[in-house]
T-cell receptor
Framework: KNQVEQSPQSLIILEGKNCTLQ??????????LRWYKQDTGRGPVSLTI?????NTKSNGRYTATLDADTKQSSLHITASQLSDSASYIC??????????????FGTGTLLAVQP | KAGVTQTPRYLIKTRGQQVTLSCSPI?????VSWYQQTPGQGLQFLFE???????NKGNFPGRFSGRQFSNSRSEMNVSTLELGDSALYLC?????????????????FGPGTRLTVT
């Protein structure tokens, strides 16, 4: 069964600190993995997309890693800001190439950054 | 370039009624997907449309249906509403149906329609 699991479910950190969110997936066939940020009451916004050949990808203070062998990904947030408070969702599409846009979503990690 | 727009943003309906939600994709995008988001189940895929044809469907009952128009705008309909249909319904658009690179998968989400069934 195609699944995406995330940990922790929620996380509270102080402003300026770093944190790492985890994602494990069992989606096959695998083509890419994405991290989305979703602010309360809004639609998800893409942070990174990683193909199976990419190990690390950065987007500002966000750095995603991917280990296709162990089927794990992480999202590292550096020097957190209050605006980082949101739900972070790991997403893996099913199917190869453009055969499908069907996305399998993780349950998300709710991050709260406190001053 | 304008983003994905969804109307209405908020909706309150009673059990047994039906509802139609609308999604306008980013200009030039031809694929529209719909998702349901609830606190208990998270985000779940409903269906995807491309060139006015349903290409993929999630595991939802037949009460959930959709369609896409020639201008790529899409509507989603839920008939005989149940309390469990209360959710945030998200629409996402992407440029293409077929592609060979990871960029072909990029989906841009709208703000969602918050449906409350009483």
């Amino acid at each position: 069964k195609n699944q995406v699991e995330q940990s922790p479910q929620s996380l509270i950190i102080l402003e300026g600190k770093n944190c790492t969110l985890q994602c494990n997936y069992t989606v096959s066939p695998f083509s890419n993995l994405r991290w989305y940020k979703q602010d309360t009451g809004r639609g998800p916004v893409s942070l990174t997309i990683m193909t199976f050949s990419e190990n690390t990808k950065s987007n500002g203070r966000y750095t995603a890693t991917l280990d296709a062998d162990t089927k794990q990904s992480s999202l590292h947030i550096t020097a957190s800001q209050l605006s980082d408070s949101a739900s972070y969702i790991c997403v893996v599409p099913t199917g190869y190439g453009g055969a499908t846009n069907k996305l399998i979503f993780g349950t998300g990690t709710l991050l709260a950054v406190q001053p | 370039k304008a983003g994905v727009t969804q109307t209405p943003r908020y909706l309150i309906k009673t059990r047994g009624q039906q509802v139609t939600l609308s999604c306008s994709p980013i200009s030039g995008h031809r694929s529209v997907s719909w998702y349901q988001q609830t606190p208990g189940q998270g985000l779940q895929f409903l269906f995807e449309y491309f060139s006015e044809t349903q290409r993929n469907k999630g595991n939802f009952p037949g009460r959930f249906s959709g369609r896409q128009f020639s201008n790529s705008r899409s509507e989603m309909n839920v008939s005989t509403l149940e309390l469990g249909d209360s959710a945030l319904y998200l629409c996402a658009s992407s440029p293409l149906w077929a592609g060979v690179s990871s960029r072909s998968y990029e989906q841009y989400f709208g703000p969602g329609t918050r449906l409350t069934v009483t």
